[in-house]
């Protein structure tokens, strides 16, 4: 562990009432995750239940098309509930079983991380509550009926923007009020330490294999990797095995809503300032009073006003660049992804591939691109309907 | 400014909280003088946030009101200022991290010691962080009042041991607001911290009732209500003086008799 800092990011910052509960979470975790047992449990369930490696798939058609650097897709899209989450959700589940605990609780966005924690809780026979913005249940509504299919009760949160940034305030709450049965699955490289650094730990496979992947496939490493940011953590997952590798460019793709000179988007890192909120320093939207400002990104799941701290540390030190894509950058590639892969990937990772679309023809032909497809699109298909003036239910 | 120590001079302390600028800042002026009128020995303001995580819904509320009245930190001093030395119990600061950090800790805590405020509670600064901004409290005379809470246990001995002003003793789990019953042992929370501190020790979070709060102070030195005055300036608006002014006495007068 690193005392919770990623630099003079990341911290405790949580109330007095939840700090044994991360203090107990610490320990717990740096005791299982170098268990043998533990490991090779979490190790099983992610080869014959989540479906891992992931495909590392060479976009053919898209390259061609593109005409610059080779275009390789990590297909997170296919894991067990359709994206990464799962990952961070069956090693956080599996922790908290061992740690004796009964009920786990989680916030969600565009509703996968609600998904994959309500699998979880499932399959390991759990009590398992979700808590997502009234908003959100309304744009996701299929995947709340998901969850309570699964088992959880879902919770929509009324109190301010009714988004993401709620969801997690509530949650928070909720663990306040019952933390001796109850575990907090956390689905970002977000929140009081040790979150950040748990959530990555379980996601970071994601790059390992995307390197073994290339390297059977190219025998080399990629010249740059893309993945799409919100609190971040497909793009931590994607980014951990290639920190120390110079060479690969890490590019993370933030949501920029109408625009970054428009007040309706959430990109952090392009508009957001040093804060303190939801347990971490990091850089978040705010007024010059630390008010956290109501964001807008037309993906539920990128809709969130701050990033993990580990990505502020790796955008301070510049190992990592984060560009802004507009909503209309995102569902233009979701469209294109579709017709020239036959791959619908979720609106969020669409922000990746907007970003590839943009750098692949400045790149060499002998030059690689991987992007991290994070999640599949089906649960996004009725929203980018409307936003294209498409009335699917009239 | 005047000194913490003195709220518990009087007896055991009730302790007042409103929420500043809910629904005006007019109101909240009125509201200081009329609770120290009625018998508050010291007053907790809390500085609104847009995402008050430690708070229940009605203080919730109170924040949303207060900051879409257009209430900001600078208005808030303004305000103090316009008391001009009329208030004589301390008062103390309620507020997040974030909006003291991003407002600028130094020009925040001047700006404290300049309006009279004596210390602040900020319930998302745990013991581990409070090195944020603990010297710059320290530069201006402010008490950077710790927290104990349910689940503190063994923490309590060395957080109390650091303690200033007074130490706000958490009643139960959860988030602010009011509670029918408060199950805590409250008796070994405090026990455990008067074997390292010697400051006073004021319980908080779900007690409305004058019976509560006398139960309460009975255990510690003092007993503090949030949400349930914050409900009446809710329900009266910008005619809160006297409803809670009346309510401050019988909470007075309830905590006296512990």
């Not at chain 2, 200081?32 to 018998?39: D, K, P």
């Not at chain 2, 007993?223 to 006297?242: P, W």
Request: charged letters at 20%.
């Amino acid at each position: 562990m690193n005392n919770g800092r990623f630099g003079t990011y990341g911290g405790q910052y949580i109330p007095e009432t939840l700090m044994n509960a991360v203090i107990e979470l610490e320990e717990a975790y740096t005791h299982y995750k170098n268990d043998a047992a533990f490991c090779a449990e979490l190790d099983d369930l992610l080869r014959n239940y989540a479906g891992r490696p992931s495909l590392l798939y060479y976009a053919e058609k898209m390259t061609q098309d593109l005409g610059g650097a080779k275009i390789y897709l990590k297909r997170e899209d296919l894991n067990h509930t359709g994206s990464h989450k799962i990952n961070n959700v069956l090693g956080q589940v599996l922790l908290a079983k061992k740690m004796g605990k009964t009920r786990v609780i989680a916030e969600t966005g565009a509703g996968q991380h609600g998904v994959a924690t309500a699998t979880a809780a499932a399959l390991m026979g759990m009590e398992c509550e979700i808590f997502m913005g009234k908003e959100d249940t309304d744009r996701q509504a299929l995947n709340v009926f998901r969850m309570e299919l699964l088992g959880a009760k879902v919770h929509a949160v009324t109190s301010g923007t009714q988004t993401l940034k709620d969801a997690v305030n509530e949650t928070l709450r909720e663990w306040t009020a019952r933390i001796s049965d109850t575990h907090y699955v956390l689905g970002s490289v977000m929140g009081p330490h040790p979150f950040p650094t748990i959530v990555r730990d379980f996601q970071k496979i994601i790059g390992k294999e995307i390197k073994e992947q290339l390297y059977a496939a190219e025998g080399r490493l990629p010249s740059a990797v893309i993945a799409c940011v919100g609190g971040g953590s497909n793009a931590m997952g994607a980014f951990y095995e290639f920190i120390g590798d110079n060479d690969v460019k890490l590019v993370g793709c933030e949501a920029a809503g109408r625009g970054v000179d428009t007040p309706e988007n959430a990109a952090t890192i392009a508009n957001g300032s040093i804060g303190i909120f939801h347990g971490m320093k990091s850089y978040f939207c705010q007024d010059s009073d630390g008010q956290i400002a109501p964001v807008y990104s037309i993906s539920a799941g990128l809709d969130y006003p701050g990033i993990g701290p580990e990505h502020a540390m790796l955008f301070e030190s510049g190992r990592a660049n984060y560009v802004p894509i507009t909503d209309e950058e995102a569902v233009s590639a979701f469209e294109y992804l579709s017709r020239t892969e036959g791959i619908i990937p979720a609106i969020e990772s669409a922000h990746a591939v907007a970003y590839a679309r943009k750098l692949a023809p400045t790149m060499k032909q002998d030059e690689i691109i991987v992007i991290n497809i994070s999640g599949r699109g089906d649960k996004d298909v009725a929203a980018i309907a409307r936003y294209r003036g498409v009335n699917l239910y009239d | 400014m005047t000194d913490i120590k003195k709220a518990f001079e009087n007896g055991k302390a009730f302790i007042p909280f409103v929420t500043a600028g809910d629904p005006d800042l007019d109101t909240t002026r009125e509201l200081i003088l009329a609770m120290q009128e009625a018998g508050a020995d010291l007053i907790e303001l809390g500085i609104p946030f847009s995402d008050p995580v430690a708070e229940g819904v009605v203080i919730q509320r109170a924040n949303e009101r207060a900051l879409a009245a257009g209430c900001t930190i600078d208005r808030i001093f303004d305000m103090l200022r316009s008391l001009n030395g009329d208030v004589h119990v301390p008062l103390v600061f309620l507020t997040y991290i974030n909006p003291i950090v991003v407002y600028g800790a130094e020009k925040f805590m001047r700006h404290c010691q300049e309006t009279g405020i004596s210390g602040v509670i900020i319930p998302d600064l745990p013991y581990e962080e409070k090195g944020e901004i603990s010297d710059v409290c320290h530069t201006y005379g402010i008490s950077l009042i710790s927290l104990i809470a349910p689940t503190s246990h063994e923490r309590i001995r060395m957080i109390a041991k650091e303690a200033e002003g007074f130490l706000y003793i958490v009643s139960s789990m959860g988030v602010t607001g009011v509670r029918s019953e408060i199950k805590s042992d409250i008796a070994s929370m405090v026990a455990a911290a008067k074997e390292v501190s010697r400051v006073p020790y004021a319980v908080g979070f779900g007690i409305s009732t004058p019976q509560q709060a006398q139960e309460m102070a009975q255990k510690a030195d003092g007993a503090i209500v949030g949400s349930a005055i914050v409900k009446l300036v809710e329900q009266h608006g910008k005619d809160s003086r006297q409803p809670v002014a009346a309510y401050v006495k019988s909470m007075k007068d309830a905590v006296r008799k512990a």
